[in-house]
């Protein structure tokens, strides 16, 4: 299985600052047809997870430009600028390039 | 809007078994894909099966294996996750998802406590 780890396990931010949170596979999640599957989302509390960004760059639909993906192969970063109060949360990673698919542990956004 | 409501959850003795449902609305269902992820208490998520728009093709994490059927009933716009022979490793809000990859769409999730 690919094991998803990502880093911090939590972090304080104040409002309007910017984070970035990474996500490193232990295998290459480049699939067979050159698309790299790597997926975020937002927990926030007491909700179901939402979907941020897709293939690695791509913000779905409705998400702020403030939210932003980067990386390719086993490295992998997720930016948020100018947080705001609704961006508090659990945010997780996830891999679909292979079966089963897999997500990191978590990194929990709290306020400073 | 897309809409995925859950059912079917609640507690069961381990060894039995439990069906839960999913009813999907707001988007043509036997276009895409789904698929159901759960979620221990205070823990994160796991993928657990997905199956393809008509049903043809299933997938499965290992530990569920030959114990829990993903079907569909695309008349009825329904997802389904037949468990059986559960465990109590299998308590979990069972959450389910549109479209294999990315899930984009999730729903509010139903919780299956698994004790005796």
């Known amino acids: 299985d690919v094991v998803m780890t990502q880093t911090p396990v939590s972090m304080s931010v104040s409002l309007g600052g910017q984070v970035s949170i990474s996500c490193r596979s232990s295998q290459s999640l480049v699939h067979n047809n050159g698309n790299t599957y790597l997926s975020w989302y937002i927990q926030k509390p007491s909700q179901s997870p939402q979907l941020l960004i897709y293939k690695v760059s791509n913000r779905f639909s409705g998400i702020s430009d403030r939210f932003s993906g980067s990386g390719s192969g086993t490295d992998f970063t997720l930016k948020i600028s100018r947080v705001e109060p609704d961006d508090l949360g659990v945010y997780y990673c996830g891999q679909g390039t292979q079966y089963p698919y897999t997500f990191g542990a978590g990194t929990k956004l709290e306020l400073k | 809007e897309v809409q995925l409501v859950e059912s079917g959850g609640g507690l069961v003795q381990p060894g039995r078994s439990m069906k839960l449902s999913c009813a999907a609305s707001?988007?043509?269902?036997?276009?895409?894909?789904m698929a159901w992820v759960r979620q221990a208490p205070t823990k994160g998520l796991e993928w657990v099966a997905t199956?393809?728009?008509?049903?043809?093709?299933?997938y499965y994490r290992d530990s569920v294996k030959g114990r829990f059927t993903i079907s569909r009933d695309n008349a009825k716009s329904t997802l389904y996750l037949q468990m059986n022979s559960l465990r109590s490793e299998d308590t979990a809000t069972y959450y389910c998802?549109?479209?294999?990859?990315?899930?984009?769409?999730w729903g509010q999730g139903v919780m299956v406590t698994v004790s005796s």
């Open positions: 707001g988007f043509t269902f036997s276009n895409y894909g």
């Open positions: 199956i393809s728009y008509d049903g043809s093709s299933t």
């Open positions: 998802t549109r479209r294999r990859e990315p899930p984009d769409y």
